[in-house]
């Protein structure tokens, strides 16, 4: 509706690869009847932009002026940008796969629209592929076409590169043919920005869930995508304490042992441990007391609760009563104001730490 208008305003679009970010561009460009000048950031020059600036200063049309893999812009090439996006002496289009939000200046995003492009759905894609094996006058059996839209993962470019790659060959596309040139799907790796916290952040989600299932598929993904080994180790570690804790102590000790051995092993090898872990930690009942626990007590001291040391613990040592010399436990001032962080749950052998300190009346 804008683009017909002819009102929309500078924008900037992310999305996974081959999800049309390109075509729309140039889509907008014909819609507007707008000349169109592309780029990709990673080639692009001040004095390329300014040379079109120049051109069309003193004119009634604006140009569209596209920069893809916008991310990648240098800050004196945003800096460029701004006073023509200030004045809309030009249109100014990016797009990215990754989300231009963290890469781009406030001053550039307060003056732009941030629009995101989902991947193609498979329905999409076997409209696409249909008309494109009509145009390319090629036979592509059923089993080859399914295979073509499925191991594209939503990235149209590569389904049709597939495609033509194929039908140099033979141009019967037959699945055997396929799969020589692409033994694998196309997973959508780990190493852009968006996908590489959206897939880490769904793991974690799902273990904390107990979704094992949910949990092993995206700890796939991650390892397909080419996420390094030692890194999920990490987030396993951190989770083990965050979310499951002190409901089964064992889940750090195993995490931590987990990130030592593969660190030492590697993949392929290393998957096994990952996902060991990774089952282990779904299983595991959760707590996140001790996790509330440090957040409430770090949140008080910066609220300016900063208590004295009570004589009895401190270096001097005045009147303090050694615990074993009382079976273990004595009573006695540790805070001089009570204090409460700690809300131990009735989960798992959390259960016993909690009954134990209720018994020896030491929590409450």
Request: proline share 3%; glycine share 6%.
């Amino acid at each position: 509706m804008l683009c017909e208008k002819g009102v929309l305003g500078h924008s900037f679009i992310w999305g996974g690869a081959g999800c049309g970010k390109t075509s729309l561009a140039r889509i907008i460009a014909k819609t507007m009847q707008l000349p169109f000048y592309e780029f990709n950031a990673t080639s692009l020059k001040v004095e390329q932009l300014r040379k079109i600036f120049d051109q069309y200063k003193n004119t009634l049309q604006k140009p569209l002026i596209f920069i893809d893999e916008v991310h990648r812009l240098a800050k004196n090439q945003q800096e460029v940008l701004l006073p023509v996006m200030e004045n809309n002496t030009v249109l100014i289009i990016g797009a990215s796969t990754e989300n231009p939000f963290f890469s781009l200046t406030s001053a550039i995003r307060s003056r732009s629209m941030l629009f995101e492009v989902k991947s193609i759905s498979n329905e999409a894609l076997s409209k696409l592929l249909d008309k494109a094996i009509s145009h390319a006058k090629v036979i592509c059996d059923e089993d080859a076409k399914e295979y073509l839209i499925k191991s594209s993962g939503g990235d149209a470019r590569a389904m049709l590169k597939l495609l033509e790659f194929s039908s140099n060959i033979d141009t019967h596309i037959k699945l055997k043919t396929l799969k020589s040139l692409r033994p694998h799907a196309i997973s959508g790796g780990s190493s852009e920005a968006g996908i590489h916290y959206d897939l880490t952040s769904a793991m974690i989600k799902s273990i904390r869930g107990s979704d094992i299932d949910a949990s092993i598929y995206y700890l796939a993904r991650l390892i397909e995508g080419g996420e390094s080994a030692e890194f999920i180790a990490r987030r396993l570690v951190i989770l083990a304490s965050e979310d499951v804790g002190n409901a089964n102590p064992q889940a750090l000790t195993l995490c931590t042992s987990a990130m030592t051995s593969v660190s030492k092993i590697g993949y392929p090898e290393a998957r096994i441990i990952l996902a060991q872990a990774v089952v282990y930690l779904c299983a595991s009942p959760k707590s996140n007391s001790s996790y509330l626990a440090i957040n409430k007590a770090i949140k008080a001291i910066k609220n300016g609760t900063l208590l004295d040391i009570p004589n009895n613990i401190s270096q001097q040592n005045k009147g303090y009563l050694y615990p074993h010399d009382f079976g273990g436990f004595v009573k006695q001032n540790y805070l001089l104001e009570p204090l409460k962080f700690i809300e131990l749950k009735s989960i798992g052998f959390e259960r016993k730490m909690k009954e134990w300190l209720e018994n020896i009346g030491a929590f409450s």
